[in-house]
């Protein structure tokens, strides 16, 4: 016996049919959008809580090289290590009552002792090498996503995993950037904190001896400071 | 409802969406001008707005944040002091002296995209004030941060502004309450 269907019938299939294939899109849309990576605050404790720490005419300058692979990933969303790069948590605090001080991002440098080379915080060369990388990626995706978005099965997932992936870039680079060491005065009481990032060969760790050296200078007299920390930057393998 | 509309809608919502992370870019061109009253300080200050501050944008973005900071600077400064001139390139009209000079550059600025139209985009611009005395000594140097955050179909227009009326508050907080700098005032004032 044959079945005649209605022409209508397939008409009133319609909405459904649209819903059914409708939904996983909308679940990835909603679900993507839910997971856009966090940026990370830098909380950091008093300059003289570091182990590594100096007192000199009333200023406190801490450093902490930050070695651990899982510690740097939860701050930067990303191993710099694997990208070149080592960041050096620098905290700066006046407790001088009568005098302010300034502590410039270009003068805090890191100095090889084997070679006698000083290098200063290299953010921009890292972040065209990281962050850029997933981003181009990510923009490749949505705009193949896009095109093939009539073939909905296929552009979909192209779409919004190209989407999360230059989220992320965007969110790494942000992460670098807002968490960098930069210039400050510091009257009393007040306190600069951030990172100076060290960047070294991919292919060869740094290891052995180098100094973490930062001037700070009193504005008022022109007197600088030097601050200047042994530290062993032998990088787990 | 015909068939032949199913690719039109699949077109649509792939526009849509494109639509949702993408968008134009500017940012007022007419000076903040909502500081809170304070009291002026009693200083003569060139306000120097150099070529590499008028540069500074974002190329991802196409937002002439240098720009914008180099019409507010002078509005600003005018909020802080009681003498302002205007410099180009740290250079002072004719006849004119200044006690100190004051010098905006950026130092960053940031955004991030959501996953969506709907995750969250967060704007970060830090200028380095510079105030040096007229023989160029510094007396005080400080990165300040300005931040806004909505969701990412937001226009970056409006997060952008936002971000730089909360940079501008900050900066006119941090000079005016800067030691250093009520020092130099004193300083000159005698």
């Not at chain 1, 290299?122 to 181009?136: F, I, P, Y």
């Not at chain 1, 870039?169 to 210039?183: G, H, M, P, R």
């Not at chain 2, 007419?30 to 540069?55: I, S, W």
């Not at chain 2, 005395?133 to 179909?153: E, F, L, P």
């Amino acid at each position: 016996m044959k079945t005649i269907k209605a022409t209508g019938a397939r008409l009133n299939n319609l909405p459904t049919k649209l819903v059914t294939s409708l939904l996983p899109v909308l679940l990835l849309f909603w679900g993507s959008g839910c997971s856009t990576m966090k940026v990370t605050p830098l909380t950091t404790g008093s300059a003289d809580s570091y182990t590594q720490h100096e007192q000199k005419n009333g200023v406190v300058v801490g450093i902490r090289p930050m070695t651990d692979k899982r510690e740097i990933k939860n701050m930067f969303k990303v191993n710099l290590l694997n990208n070149g790069l080592l960041p050096v948590l620098v905290v700066a605090e006046n407790k001088n009552p009568a005098a302010s001080f300034i502590i410039a991002s270009d003068k805090v440098s890191i100095l090889n002792e084997a070679n006698g080379t000083t290098s200063s915080s290299q953010r921009k060369k890292v972040t065209s090498g990281t962050g850029a990388a997933l981003r181009d990626t990510g923009s490749v995706m949505v705009a193949a996503g896009a095109l093939a978005a009539p073939l909905l099965v296929v552009g979909a997932p192209l779409l919004f995993t190209g989407m999360q992936k230059a989220s992320n870039a965007s969110v790494i680079e942000f992460n670098l950037a807002d968490k960098e060491f930069y210039t400050w005065t510091l009257g009393l009481g007040e306190k600069a904190q951030g990172f100076v990032y060290f960047q070294f060969p991919k292919d060869s760790r740094p290891s052995g001896n180098y100094r973490v050296v930062a001037e700070v200078t009193n504005p008022a007299t022109g007197e600088t400071t030097t601050f200047d920390f042994p530290a062993n930057l032998t990088l787990p393998k | 409802m015909n068939h032949k509309a199913y690719p039109r809608l699949f077109v649509l919502i792939s526009t849509l969406a494109s639509l949702l992370v993408a968008g134009c870019a500017s940012i007022s061109s007419q000076p903040f001008t909502a500081y809170g009253e304070q009291e002026k300080m009693h200083l003569k200050v060139g306000v120097n707005v150099t070529d590499e501050l008028r540069l500074s944008k974002n190329d991802k973005w196409n937002i002439p944040i240098g720009e914008s900071i180099a019409t507010n600077a002078p509005v600003l400064a005018r909020h802080l002091f009681d003498e302002v001139v205007d410099m180009s390139n740290g250079q002072l009209p004719a006849n004119e002296t200044v006690a100190a000079i004051l010098t905006p550059k950026v130092a960053c600025f940031t955004r991030t995209v959501g996953a969506t139209g709907g995750g969250e985009s967060i704007v970060d611009i830090k200028v380095e004030w510079t105030l040096s005395d007229s023989n160029g000594n510094t007396i005080w140097v400080s990165t300040i941060d300005g931040r806004s955050s909505a969701s990412t179909r937001t226009r970056p227009k409006k997060v952008s502004q936002k971000a730089l009326e909360d940079l501008l508050l900050k900066s006119q907080q941090a000079i005016s309450s800067a030691p250093a700098i009520r020092q130099f005032v004193q300083k000159e004032s005698r």
